[in-house]
């Protein structure tokens, strides 16, 4: 199996490739909006310029923190325009665009690698579109503590310590049969039958990493559910500003309506949101827009919470029935 891992492309050495040099009539401005970035910052810019004939790299510093600006600095013909005083990333980009010199431009975020080609392959639909992208492939760089393991008593593998006598009556136990992905819960139990001692210690950790395993017979990974920390003023501002760009620049299509009443049935969650407030900004800056909001959030909320609730009354009325027995 030769998969090239995209993670061993992430930290594998490679040298500065320019693009510009190789062909500089079809050079294009690239601009980045930029609030700190991640560890992979640097090897991104190498992905840009390896692919991008990069006429200009404009770059918005919207106040960063990190040495992101140092780093991007080292690059060639790198333009840093200060946007510490702006409000919002949709009017840094419309100053990025303003000071754009060529006729096709790309936008780029700072957590973005191109693959190779990718420019190639985007170059062909210029003919066919005014403003297009890509669809994403989401690699997911994340350490946490998975929170099931403070609460639950079952064991998990990955890294133990044994005294070998306490194996010594477990062994003989052990067929060649169904002991797989519960190893850690059946050693656990049987050494504790045994009359020895189970423990789990607080003051050490493993890394346990999770992606595909090259030669591995068993399916591959489809998806990771990413869950950021709660911050109440962040998600009011991110909810907040959602649904009021959409209200005042668009107009009302299905998908949209979804996403501006998910983000108001956040707000209200949240215990933040002025309805009457809300409602006369609404009716003020684009009327068309009133029949369709929604505190209660969009139709698919509305429906899950109905099932939740059916669902936790047959569980209730379940134990309850339980109970007579």
């Not at 325009?81 to 975020?109: A, M, P, R």
């Not at 492939?137 to 070998?164: D, H, N």
């Not at 309805?275 to 909320?301: A, M, R, V």
């Amino acid at each position: 199996m030769n998969e090239k891992s995209i993670f061993k492309e992430y930290y594998f050495k490679e040298n500065f490739f320019d693009r510009f040099n190789k062909n500089k009539k079809e050079n294009v401005d690239v601009i980045i909006p930029l609030f700190n970035t991640n560890e992979l910052w640097k090897k991104n810019l190498y992905s840009f310029y390896r692919e991008i004939p990069i006429n200009r790299l404009l770059i918005g510093n919207g106040g960063c923190t990190d040495n992101s600006i140092e780093i991007v600095n080292k690059f060639p013909r790198v333009k840093v325009i200060d946007q510490t005083s702006n409000c919002s990333l949709g009017y840094c980009i419309k100053e990025l665009i303003e000071n754009v010199k060529t006729d096709w431009f790309i936008y780029l975020h700072a957590d973005v690698y191109l693959p190779k080609n990718w420019y190639d392959k985007m170059k062909k639909h210029q003919k066919d579109y005014d403003w297009f992208e890509c669809y994403q492939k989401l690699t997911a760089l994340v350490e946490f503590w998975p929170e099931e393991q403070q609460k639950q008593e079952r064991a998990y593998s990955g890294s133990q310590i044994g005294r070998t006598t306490a194996f010594k009556n477990i062994l003989p136990k052990i067929d060649d049969d169904y002991l797989y992905r519960n190893e850690d819960i059946i050693f656990s139990e049987l050494i504790k039958e045994e009359g020895f001692k189970y423990g789990r210690v607080n003051d050490a950790f493993h890394y346990h990493q999770v992606m595909n395993r090259r030669g591995e017979k068993e399916p591959k990974l489809k998806k990771a559910m990413i869950e950021r920390e709660r911050d109440k003023k962040w998600e009011e501002r991110m909810f907040n500003m959602q649904a009021r760009g959409i209200i005042k620049y668009l107009k009302p299509k299905k998908y949209l309506i979804n996403i501006v009443n998910n983000s108001i049935y956040t707000l209200y969650n949240l215990g933040v949101l002025d309805w009457q407030e809300f409602k006369d900004w609404t009716k003020k800056t684009n009327p068309i827009w009133l029949k369709y909001i929604n505190k209660k959030g969009s139709w698919k909320q509305r429906m899950a919470r109905f099932v939740k609730k059916i669902y936790r009354k047959y569980k209730n009325a379940a134990k309850l029935k339980g109970n007579y027995y």
